[in-house]
């Protein structure tokens, strides 16, 4: 199933421009930018038997334009627009939530811990003060 244009993430998606971006530009670091080399570099590896082969026979044949090339071989044999089952927007945004609520939980858990925590420090500091004081109030009646 193809990824829908309004479900894609439209940072990674190349479009053509007229403006031709500067090289400074395409030399700027983004996040966005590392994401989209390393998705496509990771497609273009699980792919590349099938894009050897298409590119091979299609050059092979002489009078093709390189670039549309590399875009077709890797939209039909890397199937750079498909997505499987499993990546779907909606399975993406569960899978966040899911990772969200554990570590919420881990959060509250260590929270709770750290409630018991302080509850048995102060426990302990009150017995300490009350057990001074008694000890206190009886060294004030020895010394009467």
Known sequence: HMTLPEEQALWACSKRQKAIPSERELNTYSVQKEAAHYACERTVGDHRDALAAFLAARLGRGGANVTELAGEACRKKAKCLVRRP???????VKA???KAKQISDRVDELIKKEEKRAKRRKRDFDKAARHSEEAARRGDEVEL
Not at 86 to 92: A, H, Q
């Open 86 to 92: 499993g990546e779907s927007p909606e399975n993406r």
């Open 96 to 98: 966040q939530e899911e």
